[in-house]
């Protein structure tokens, strides 16, 4: 069976004043399919992610979620995409479920239908047992997941994270890589970035590696096993 494209990315350009931050960038992302995003710093893939989320707008060239396009009517696509942001978006004085509670109404969550959308997110980042604690008693692992389930509150079909395990305990890391698994399962697609070849390794269908603001290589891990251990990449 042919595979479904989810997301387009044609000729895409980002640049800032002085930086081109994404340099001609073309790619297609299946659905459900998790997409791993590996590059050093300054590579672009913040910049690549924040297109994806409609955050912040292309220089020139376009992207298609589901054939619509993001630079002429993201207003249309918007509630597809959940998006985790490299620096957590929480209010620290609230407990896990204010929290929650608050990003649900702003998606327009109300009532029971926002009560069975938390439960289902914390049982997807396993933080049933804080919940009631306030933010700023979490541990950063407990905040990263609590900002994943929080972009999930909307049931998004693509959710695009960026450096989800970026700095966590290992327990935090384990269980939001198995939310990741869960979701694509389930037929989500799922986007992260990440610093390590051995974590995108496992769980990642397909990964791309871009550097200075172009994708050096895209596909499954086996295809690429040459060329990383050939080029001896180094992520960071
Ligand atoms: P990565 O996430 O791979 O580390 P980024 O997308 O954050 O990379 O950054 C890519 C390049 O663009 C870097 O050189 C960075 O300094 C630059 N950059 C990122 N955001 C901005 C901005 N708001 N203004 C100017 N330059 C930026
Ligand atoms: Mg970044």
């Not at 081109?20 to 913040?46: C, H, R, T």
């Not at 950063?140 to 970026?166: C, F, V, Y």
């Not at 096993?225 to 960071?236: D, L, V």
């Amino acid at each position: 069976m042919a595979k479904e494209i989810i997301i387009q990315i044609r000729d895409l350009i980002k640049s800032y004043s002085r930086k081109v931050a994404i340099n001609g960038v073309n790619l297609d992302i299946y659905k459900s399919e998790i997409f791993g995003l590996l590059g050093p710093n300054g590579a672009g893939k913040s910049t690549l992610l924040s297109m994806m989320a409609t955050v912040s707008k292309p220089t020139s060239g376009d992207i298609y979620i589901k054939d619509i396009s993001l630079v002429k009517q993201a207003h249309l696509v918007k509630k597809l995409i959940g998006f985790v942001p490299q620096e957590i978006a929480l209010y620290t004085k609230l407990s896990g479920i204010d929290n929650l509670k608050f990003w649900g109404q702003v998606y327009g969550l109300r009532g029971r239908v926002l009560q069975e959308r938390i439960e289902y997110v914390l049982f997807v980042v396993a933080l049933q047992d804080r919940i009631k604690d306030p933010v700023d008693h979490y541990s950063g692992g407990m905040k990263r997941r609590l900002n994943i389930a929080a972009s999930l509150l909307h049931n998004p079909q693509i959710l695009i994270m960026d450096e989800p395990t970026a700095g966590v305990d290992v327990e935090s890391r384990r269980c939001i890589l198995s939310a990741v698994k869960k979701l694509s399962e389930e037929g989500t697609t799922v986007i992260y970035t990440s610093h390590y070849l051995e974590e995108v390794d496992g769980i990642c269908h397909r990964l791309a590696f871009l550097k200075e603001g172009r994708i050096e290589t895209v596909g499954t891990m086996a295809e690429l096993e040459g060329y990383f251990a050939t080029s001896n990449k180094k992520t960071k």
